[in-house]
């Protein structure tokens, strides 16, 4: 089952990968794409459906004007020509996750193509993709695939249908091939779908959560020897669902790539499956209706004509671009280029940004996200946004220490707290007992003891020597399991002993 | 007695008038009608379902309406407690909808079509569905999965279709008015043969919402009914905008009801399309074109005529588009969601193979072979040749109407090449029956409206025959206007109208040989009939 | 254009998702063949000049504003389903493994 893989080194030795995306966008309109039913992820199965998302004998498609609107803004964020005039197509295959047996899309008259995306890679480069065009379609169904081994399709018994996601509206965003990226292919790959993953959120077009499957992506990888122009044949690796898993799922596809082609075999075009559990790709299910899609016009629907005019309107309601407003970030919360570019890179702006909104200072923001939950996400292998960090648990971890009620070691504690799922800070300082020990009460039950101990080291403390008292300090942390203040213990013990300080 | 059949013989304008005079009661009118259907339905089979306790209920409740009086009462519309039959292609809530084909044997739609919802809220009872070709797939009825529906005029011979149901119910009397579906001429053909009255409006003028597509470029609703004027009360109630239909017109419904009541053609240019008559047509159909031409020009009305050169391509460009988007339409029969399902008999049991399997026994013949024609023809390799060929032909249609209605304000020609065919003869050879639909399908094309009258009756058979008008696109109002003076001609030479000539449905000697030889010619047809 | 035979409505009809006998591919393949010959002169009749019309009554741009609609109960979208399980669809294996 598992495949033979060379090196990534080896590899780009080799050969020179080529790639391609395609990334599904799910809108955040409040109704579906042709279809009053709303748009909603996540309740009852079955239940944000009407006739329409059905596919019932009878049923007729009407355009949401939004998911229209939208599609334009997306596509004029990318640089792209928005079409004065275009249609809907059918897609025909049969599959149980369709309700029509046709997708509902736009084949050779996108909405928007011809644009690009200029990419910036971790240090500072910035590679140019071309975007071929961004056309409008339907999401499908959910499939549960029941009695096999762990939801998978194979050796299933039976599958069970959900359409509440039947008819969102999905806009597919195709770029053309990516030349010249080298050994940068994986990087580049992250760095392109979390690039539109921005766009689209900055847009507000889209909720954006990848784990949601708003953004999804198809990766295409070949490779060719180095130096040929001809492209080599390519696999699809599909549903590749965070910007981690883009990146490994391109490194892996090169090097599963370069063994197919160092034995001499041909790769085969298919698609191919990623799995994160073991970091790799299998063959996708045959798929015997993939060559004769017998696209037609739709013909329940009418032309889109897009006049210039409502181009512009729209245009003029674009918010600011990530670029700039990176630069306005980085202007406001004071980073050096060095600090904010590795922000960039660890993929938290966006959480700093609402860390700050949640009443942190840009100092502290940054402390917690890259001093911390980095590096946690890392060693869990998801993205730091996805480890279940809310802004506002870090504001209140923050304003406990300040308040010195907890001190920083503590803090991180709370924080892995948090993340077993134990509750809020506040529930797990109390359940953790971890609180700094600020009644003065126990704490003079523990200095007396110290005292009585060691009769020695009060007489120097008396006579003058007041730099013993380090070893009765040590004796009442000792004590309390390092949860007392040591500074308030050494001024318990000077009045105490009614030597000045 | 008599005075039911006084009651189901009137028009449904006449029923409106005694209604709303109080003369009569809804459910008076309703029962009638009801009777009727079980007196002769066993023989014509019109219906698939009979709905009495809901149309009842209808009924019932426009009488107390009306009995109570005040501002419910004025507000009532015109054809309140005027029964309806629907064509049951169309979705109803309460009722089956089978659209005549075993995959859905016994499947209730959870939603009404737009068309019932206005019936609905001008509160006519619907009598029960009608039957017809499967998914409206022919032009004659017999490919209903429920068994073919029998000609008033003649139980031996076809109703036409895929409307059957619809024409023969209201040619019988079962209905004053029913509902069909055109999509080559499903309503204007089954009119022509059944000497009944049906109008194709223009492409939008009614909302599709809730017809099972056959082919969503072509398929249309549109009223049948006994009289020119029944046509278009029937059409003002289901015509206009419907937001749930993206290729509804957004115009405002023109006063069809005023149109035809005009009363005159003097000064009209009607164009005789010279391709469609003469050779290929019946003698008698073409005798009472002929004498129909004859009554306009004395009506004061100029003859003019056009030529359409690119008609001769319509049947074949239809034949490419028509099943082309019925193969898409048709695919979410599969068995996931509604309807029949049907396992494999042997070997892996995967969904494809259920889909397979499913399909296989729940489509008849007819749908197998125009969805697997369809498929051919939208297949990679193949689309440009054909549906992309199709869709050119349909430019070119459009352009010769375009250059015939810049001669003339309406056309006219035959409805139908023939007069009722017998069960049976066609049915084995589909390109014979394809030919039926060669004069109303340049209409579908063209997205422009039709209607179909009676011509009168062919001297070598005594069968109905159809005349169609055609208009220009959104012009509908001309077909009333034309229509109804053509039929006051028609009826003052006959004496009264055409289907006073047709025969008893209860008188025993006609009925027992008839249905004898019919009850042969459909066990050979259906595959077992609903009721 | 090609002559339309067995093979090619055998293919057709697995694109269909329609099983058909070897009897009934036969009986096909001859119909179709027949009625394929009869719309064959549509290729020629129209010139690359000729714009395609899919639409007979030409309209743009119809929309529907983004406003919540009606929707179905599950019970209701289930009612006419042939197997249904928990609130959804019930449909037997996508692969054939077993």
């Known amino acids: ?41 996540g309740d009852e ?27 334009i803004k997306i596509g004029l964020a990318l640089n792209c020509k928005i079409a004065e005039t275009c249609r809907f197509a059918r897609k025909n295959y049969f599959y149980p996750d369709t309700p029509k047996n046709f997708q509902t899309s736009q084949y050779d008259e996108p909405i928007a193509y011809d644009g690009y995306l200029d990419i910036e890679l971790s240090d500072g480069t910035v590679f140019r993709v071309e975007i071929e065009r961004a056309h409008m379609e339907e999401d499908a169904g959910k499939l549960t695939h029941m009695g096999g081994a762990a939801g998978r399709i194979q050796g299933a018994d039976y599958s069970l249908v959900d359409y509440n996601r039947s008819g969102v509206p999905l806009v597919e965003i195709v770029t053309k091939p990516i030349e010249g990226a080298g050994s940068r292919a994986p990087e580049l790959a992250k760095a392109y779908v979390a690039a539109v993953r921005e766009i689209v959120k900055n847009l507000g077009v889209s909720d954006a959560k990848m784990e949601r499957g708003n953004v999804r992506c198809d990766a295409n990888v070949s490779l060719r020897p180095h130096g040929r122009e001809r492209f080599g044949i390519r696999s699809e690796t599909k549903n590749v669902n965070s910007l981690r898993a883009v990146e490994h799922a391109v490194r892996y596809e090169i090097q599963r790539h370069a063994a197919v082609l160092d034995s001499g075999e041909p790769v085969i075009q298919e698609t191919r499956h990623w799995h994160e559990d073991t970091r790799s790709t299998t063959s996708g299910r045959p798929k015997s209706d993939a060559d004769d899609y017998r696209y037609f016009p739709e013909p329940d629907l009418v032309p889109i004509v897009a006049s210039r005019e409502w181009v512009e309107e729209l245009r003029a309601t674009l918010p600011e671009p990530p670029a700039a407003r990176r630069k306005r970030l980085q202007a406001d919360w004071g980073y050096s280029d060095l600090e904010f570019r590795d922000v960039v890179n660890a993929g938290v702006m966006d959480e700093i940004e609402e860390t700050i909104a949640a009443g942190a200072t840009a100092t502290v923001a940054r402390k917690w996200w890259m001093g911390e939950i980095v590096g946690r996400a890392k060693n869990a292998d998801v993205d730091p946004g996805q480890l279940g ?113 | 007695m008599t005075e039911n059949n006084e009651l189901i013989r009137s028009s449904a304008a006449t029923l409106a008038g005694k209604l709303a005079a109080r003369e009569v009661t809804a459910v008076e009118v309703t029962q009638a009608h009801l009777d009727r259907i079980a007196a002769v339905d066993g023989k014509v089979h019109a219906f698939l379902h009979v709905n009495t306790d809901e149309a009842l209920a209808v009924a019932a409740e426009v009488d107390a309406i009306r009995a109570a009086g005040g501002a419910a009462a004025e507000e009532l519309h015109a054809l309140a407690g005027v029964p309806i039959a629907v064509k049951d292609l169309i979705v109803t809530v309460g009722q089956p909808t089978t659209a005549g084909s075993k995959i859905l044997e016994g499947w209730h739609s959870p939603y009404d079509a737009t068309v019932v919802q206005r019936l609905r809220a001008a509160k006519m009872p619907i009598l029960g569905k009608t039957n017809l070709d499967e998914f409206a797939m022919g032009s004659s009825t017999e490919h209903s999965a429920y068994g073919p529906t029998h000609n008033p005029w003649d139980l031996d011979r076809i109703p036409g279709g ?110 005789i399309i010279k391709e469609l008559h ?59 969601r509604f309807g029949l399902r049907v396992l494999p008999e042997d070997g892996p049991m995967t969904i494809e193979r259920v889909m397979g399997a499913t399909r296989a026994a729940g489509f008849g013949d007819e749908v197998k072979r125009r969805i697997i024609l369809g498929t051919y023809a939208l297949s990679a390799g193949y689309y440009d040749a054909y549906y992309g060929s199709a869709q050119k032909v349909r430019t070119l249609i459009q ?42 399908i340049p209409a579908n094309m063209a997205g422009v409206p039709g209607l179909s009258l009676p011509g009168g009756l062919a ?30 001609l028609l009826e003052a030479q006959w004496g009264g109208p055409l289907l006073d000539k047709a025969p008893s449905l209860t008188a025993p000697s006609l009925n027992d040989s008839s249905s004898a030889a019919t009850s042969a010619a459909g066990a050979a047809l259906s595959h077992g009939g609903s009721h | 254009m090609a002559a339309i035979n067995r093979d090619d409505v055998a293919h057709l009809a697995r694109l269909a998702h329609i099983e058909m006998s070897a009897e009934e591919l036969d009986r096909m393949a001859g119909e179709l063949a027949v009625i394929v010959d009869s719309v064959k002169s549509v290729s020629e009749a129209a010139g690359d000049d000729v714009p395609a019309t899919s639409h007979p009554i030409p309209l743009t741009n119809v929309f529907r504003e983004d406003v919540v609609g009606h929707t179905f109960t599950a019970e209701q979208a289930l009612s006419g389903a042939p197997d249904a399980y928990e609130g959804r669809f019930k449909v037997p294996a996508i692969l054939d493994e077993g």
């Open chain 1, 1 to 41: 089952m598992t495949d033979a893989t060379l090196s990534f080194e080896e590899a780009m030795e080799k050969y020179d990968p080529v790639l391609g995306f395609e990334v599904h966008v799910e809108l955040n309109t409040k109704t579906k794409m042709f279809s009053s039913a709303p748009n909603v992820f």
């Open chain 1, 45 to 71: 199965p079955n239940t944000n459906v009407n006739e329409v998302d059905l596919g019932m004998p009878g049923v007729l498609p009407v355009v949401n004007r939004t998911a229209i609107e939208s599609s």
């Open chain 1, 389 to 501: 960090v809310a802004p506002a648990t870090i504001v209140e971890l923050n304003k406990m220490v300040e308040d010195g009620k907890i001190n920083n070691k503590m803090a991180t504690e709370v924080l892995d707290g948090v993340l077993a799922g134990e509750g809020t800070p506040a529930e797990i300082v109390e359940k953790r007992g971890l609180a700094v020990v600020s009644d003065d009460g126990p704490l003079l039950e523990a200095i007396d003891a110290a005292l009585a101990a060691q009769p020695g080291v009060v007489d120097k403390i008396r006579g003058g020597k007041i730099q013993a008292i380090g070893a009765i300090v040590g004796g009442v942390m000792k004590a309390t399991r390092g949860q007392a203040d040591a500074g308030r213990v050494r001024e318990l013990i000077l009045e105490r002993l009614g030597v000045e300080g």
């Open chain 2, 162 to 271: 895929s409307g059957g149901g619809s024409a023969a119910a209201v040619a019988a009397f079962e209905a004053p008015l029913a509902l069909g579906t055109d999509t080559g001429g499903s309503i204007r053909q089954p009119g022509a043969v059944t000497g009944t009255v049906g109008v194709k409006p223009t492409y939008g003028g009614v909302s599709r919402y809730g017809a099972i597509a056959m082919a969503s470029s072509l398929d249309q609703i549109g009223p049948v009914s006994r009289t020119v004027l029944d046509s278009a009360l029937l059409h003002q109630v289901i015509g206009g905008h419907d937001p749930f239909d993206s290729t509804s017109l957004p115009d405002p419904l023109e006063d069809l009801v005023a149109a035809a009541s005009i009363g005159n053609v003097r000064g009209m240019k009607i164009g």
């Open chain 2, 278 to 336: 003469g050779e290929g047509y019946q003698a008698g159909v073409e005798n009472r074109f002929n004498e129909s031409l004859e009554l306009l020009k004395e009506a004061g009305a100029e003859i003019v005529e056009v030529s359409c050169p690119n008609f001769k391509y319509a049947l074949g460009a239809y034949y490419l588009i028509m099943p082309s988007e019925a193969s898409s339409n048709l695919a979410k029969f599969d068995g996931v």
């Open chain 2, 399 to 440: 352009r010769d109407f375009d250059a015939a209605f810049a001669k003339a304000d309406v056309l006219i020609s035959p409805t139908a090449p023939t007069t009722a065919f017998k069960l049976g003869e066609k049915l084995n050879d589909p390109l014979a029956m394809y030919l039926n639909d060669v004069a109303t």
């Open chain 2, 459 to 488: 001297d070598e058979d005594g069968l109905p025959v159809g005349v169609q008008l055609l208009a220009p696109a959104r012009q509908d109002a001309r077909l009333y206007r034309v229509g109804a003076v053509l039929e006051s």
